[in-house]
């Protein structure tokens, strides 16, 4: 397989392309029967689940629950054609389902994304009627989120499946599923939307709860950008453009540089957010520069 690195020094090499960024082409080739059988599979696991990088390996089948608590039934908090992603997804027909690996204090949707019994029960049927009359209409895109969707990839695989084959399958995920997850992923969406929420471990610990975040992080964002596209969205928060976007932007520039990244200022403080001094505001204007700056000098791919 060829390195990120090695990958860009061939482009680098072709002085006469006029796209800074080539853009690799990656189809669906799945049939919904093969996405369906994976559902399948995916749902027997259940009974030992190693989705998440938590490994937990609890019994959800017997009603045992891990740091997610989910258990065997999904629900979703919303399903509706939405327009603040990034501008390339939408209009996009979002699916958005309850519960999440992480418990990130600062989370816009923390009540239903920490909550995997919130919402309602998912209705493939209407789900499917409802994202094919959002592309009539004019969506680009159907996306897969949560939460955390990799939580429920049975039930995620059987969305995936019920979809129009001629829709583009967009996967929303906190970038830290397990590798056997994204044995059960791969192929069957064209786009994935990761977040690169910290710079280093103890940030995540402390806002998010969770261990071992930056090499799980990185691993699954090197492989997203050999198996789909891969569009790696950071949020810039108050007080952490020095200790988290700086080494994400660093580590972006040295392994991904051709990746599309979406930088976000539009830090809110919700949820729990006012557990922590820094994030009790918004961001400042010169972070929000500076985070900017950064992209713009390290020669970030950069999307509205």
Not at 17 to 32: A, I
Not at 179 to 207: I, M, P, Q, T
Request: glycine share 8%.
């Amino acid at each position: 397989m060829t390195s990120a690195r090695a990958y860009d020094r061939g482009l680098a090499a072709d002085l006469g392309r006029r796209d800074p960024f080539p853009k690799k082409v990656f189809t669906r080739q799945l049939s919904p029967e093969i996405i369906r059988d994976r559902a399948t599979r995916a749902r027997a696991e259940l009974v030992n689940c190693h989705f998440c990088a938590h490994h937990c390996g609890v019994n959800r089948l017997a009603g045992e629950l891990g740091p997610c608590r989910a258990g065997v039934e999904t629900k979703g908090f919303l399903a509706q054609v939405e327009v603040g992603d990034e501008l390339e997804l939408v209009p996009t027909f979002a699916i958005a389902l309850s519960g999440c690996d992480l418990r990130c204090d600062f989370c816009i949707t923390g009540e239903s994304s920490w909550n995997p019994r919130a919402g309602e029960r998912l209705q493939l049927e209407t789900l499917a009627l409802r994202g094919r009359a959002a592309l009539a209409k004019g969506a680009r895109t159907i996306m897969i989120l949560g939460g955390e969707p990799t939580i429920h990839l049975p039930a995620a695989l059987e969305i995936a499946a019920a979809m129009p084959e001629e829709a583009r399958l967009v996967w929303k995920t906190n970038a830290h599923g397990s590798a056997h997850a994204r044995e059960f992923l791969d192929g069957v969406f064209d786009v994935w939307l990761a977040d690169y929420k910290f710079g280093n471990d103890h940030c995540a610990s402390r806002l998010a709860k969770v261990p071992d975040y930056t090499q799980i992080v990185r691993e699954n964002l090197l492989w997203a950008a050999e198996h789909s596209e891969l569009i790696v969205r950071h949020l810039v928060m108050p007080g952490h453009v020095d200790c988290c976007w700086r080494p994400v932007a660093r580590w972006l520039a040295a392994e991904l540089p051709a990746v599309k990244v979406s930088l976000r200022a539009g830090f809110w403080p919700a949820w729990h957010s006012a557990r922590h001094r820094e994030l009790r505001r918004t961001v400042f204007a010169g972070e929000s520069e500076a985070a900017f700056q950064l992209a713009a000098k390290l020669g970030l791919n950069l999307i509205p």
